[in-house]
Nanobody, 124 residues
Framework: QGQLVESGGGLVQAGGSLRLSCAAS???????MAWFRQASGKEREFVAA????????PYADSVKGRFTISRDNAKNTVYLQMNRLKPEDTAVYFC??????????????????WGQGTQVTVSS
């Protein structure tokens, strides 16, 4: 089974930007990919997803217009560009993959491979 390794998290002031990266190994990158996040004491929630060709990119309403998901298939890497960050974006961000499906999903149970997570903290 492949692995996912996230990077790019950190501390940023409200209104700032961060770009998360998720490097995939093995066959993990073949299908749809997604980003989820989990704030302290809350359930894991969908942020954005991307189909294998990048043609389908659903977003959560809370990040639409501020976040952009993309992928570089030559580098087996998916990105999450986060702009105009808000304190409520503070969470651990997880990369997820469903290697055997080309369809995106907003449900965490649809993804069978997960990264270890990267902390994003937005100060007010």
């Amino acid at each position: 089974q492949g692995q996912l390794v996230e990077s790019g998290g950190g501390l940023v002031q409200a209104g700032g930007s961060l770009r998360l990266s998720c490097a995939a190994s093995g066959h993990t990158f073949a299908g749809a990919m997604a980003w989820f996040r989990q704030a302290s004491g809350k359930e894991r929630e969908f942020v954005a997803a991307i189909s294998p060709t990048g043609g389908t990119t659903p977003y959560a309403d809370s990040v639409k217009g501020r976040f952009t998901i993309s992928r570089d298939n030559a580098k087996n890497t998916v990105y999450l560009q986060m702009n105009r960050l808000k304190p409520e974006d503070t969470a651990v961000y997880f990369c997820a993959a469903r290697p055997y499906s080309r369809l995106t999903s907003t449900f965490p149970t649809a993804y069978n491979t997960w990264g270890q997570g990267t902390q994003v903290t937005v100060s007010s």
